[in-house]
Each structure stands twice: as C-alpha cells, then as structure tokens.
C-alpha cells in the first residue's frame, strides 16, 4: 500500500489537481502542517520511509529515487539534457524496482540495528523549528501573514536544512517562488554537498 | 479563550496569566495528569515547582519548558503551540514503530496510518512547490 502525503500549507484545494491526474487508488493525504516531516523528521521531498506489516520501520526516510541532476538544469530554459533526463528516470525506475523486491521477496529491508543506525537525529533546534512552522502556518491561515512569515522564517533559521520549511515558506509568499532565483542560489551554495542524498541502495545509479 | 496547537491537534481553553489551565485542561492538552506527586503521565511522575501549581490551575509553559519542549506564543498570547521536544521525538523513532498519524485525504476522509497494519506501506512525502 502507498501512502502518499502532500507537504502543502496550502492545503487540499492547492493540491487537487496533482491528485486527480495521479488517478491514484492509494491513500492521496495532505498535511498542511508538515506533520509526517516533524514525525520522522523529513527535511525534504521526495523522501520515502519503508513500514512493515507490523507497522515497523525497515527504511528509515530516505530519497525516494530522485537525483541530483537537475542541478545540471539550463538556468535559463530550465531544461535538462537527454542524458540527464535518462540517468534521473533511471534512479526513479532504480528505487520503484527495489520497493517491488521488497514487497515480493523482502530484500532491501534493514534489521533493526542497521535501520536505527540510519535514523535521523532530532535537535533541539529542530524541534523548535517545527513548533514555530506550526504557529506560523496557523497564523497566516488566519490572516496574521506578517506575523506568521516570521515564524516561518525562525524555523528556517533554527532548522537550516530544511528544503520542506524553506521553500513552504518561499511558496505561501508567492506561487512559484519555492523553484525561483532564491531557491537555486541555496542549491548552488550547497557545493560538493547533496540536495538529494541518493537512497544506500546497492547498485543504486549516481551517475 | 485561548488556542492552544500540539502536533496533531488545535484545544481551545480558558488560560489566564499565560498559559495557566484548569487540571482537566492541562490533562486534555499535555497527556499530564496533575497529581499530589506532580504531572504525571503513565508511571512517569515530573514534581512541579510551587510556582507552577495554584488552586487546581498548572503553570503549562512552565512544565512544558521544564520537560525541554519547545512552547511559544503568537505576539497577542492568545494562540499557543506546545510542541514536541527532541527527546520524545528521537526516543519514539528509536523503537521502529513507526509513528502513527492521521490526516484527510482529497475527499475530507481521514485516514489513519496504523490502520494498515497486515499490510507493508510505502509512506512517501511530495509538494506541488
């Protein structure tokens, strides 16, 4: 069963159209207040956790599969080369084979020890990062969007590798802004460092 | 009235000075019940200060900040979020168990993690942003 949860402060109107195209027969849910990102701390998307049926943990959040070509992006028709294009499909085809063998033969899941290893570590700082994207979120909801804007700016700052509390922040500001300029000078401020951590799957395609 | 938001849920209460609850509304907030021994929760008992206890009223951002949670306020005091701290946080994932919630789907239903239970699932997280 897939479960498929939309981190969208904007909430179920926002996020219909993508639902409906998905033409899913999977759980479609929306949280607008980033409560599964908070739960297993997330701190961006696409990111997948593996349950078992006893409602166990065997992949801790991971990168569902997406890569980090689009870095590579024209920045002016914000296009990718064929070549990108094909090794990003790969690593998508990648993991959506390994959740199959999972599901059909139980490969790839970790024992607990390996998975607890691979568990994130929540700060105090991160903690508190959530509480005031909690306030901030509510805030605007309720027309407090000065004041909401600056929670949501606190969380940032508290939790900067955060890419869900920045560009959530950056998308309530204005539709379009959490992929702008802003967005890929952070990107590009990154260096040698990953966006998208590739998932420790073995063969996984990186390149 | 006051706003109270924790993780999953939004209480509206009576709070005077801050945030001071009436027993029953700490307990409905916080899963702390307030006891002779202290706010207990479980078989886990916390003492609380004299200064955080009153005429059957609890201190709430005192004993939030006392369990090292995270507890702010919007600028009118009027809306609060009582947070979950890191050590709760990290100590319920390090079980495995994974860690159940529930939220609307497109239609308005709410559908609960842990209903799936007898079934694997692949929770997976997206935004249109």
Redesign the interface.
Known sequence: ????????S?G?S???P???QAKAEY?????PDH????????SN?????????????VR?PET?GSTDHFRNMDPVTLTMTPADQAARDAGKAFYVDA?KQ??TTGRHALD?SA??EK??????E???A???F??GV??RQ?G?IE?GSRHLAEASRLHPESW?MW??S??LEA?GR??GPGFWARVQALGDKPYHQPPDLPGFPTT | MTTI?T??D?FTVEATNGLWLAAADSARVTGWTLKPEGMCRDDQCVPLPSTAVRAGRVDVEAFWRRL????????DRQ?W?V????DD??A???G????D?S????S?TP?T??D??????????????
């Open positions: 069963m897939v479960v498929a949860v939309a981190e969208d904007r179920e926002h996020v219909r993508w639902v409906e759980w479609c849910l929306i949280d409560r599964v990102a908070s739960l297993y701390g997330m998307v696409p990111r997948a956790v593996w349950i078992d049926e006893d409602g166990r943990i801790p569902a959740v999972w599901v607990p998975a607890r568990l994130p570590r929540i700060t105090a991160i903690a508190l959530h509480a005031h909690r306030l509510w805030l309720h407090a004041e869900n560009r959530q950056a998308d539709v959490a992929a | 938001l993780e999953s939004e090292g949670n995270p507890v702010l306020c919007a600028d809306t979020v947070g979950t701290g890191a946080r990290n319920g994932l390090a495995l168990m994974a860690p919630f939220l609307r789907d497109q308005g559908r993690l842990s799936l239970r007898g079934k694997k699932v692949l929770l997976v997280t997206w935004a249109t942003w």
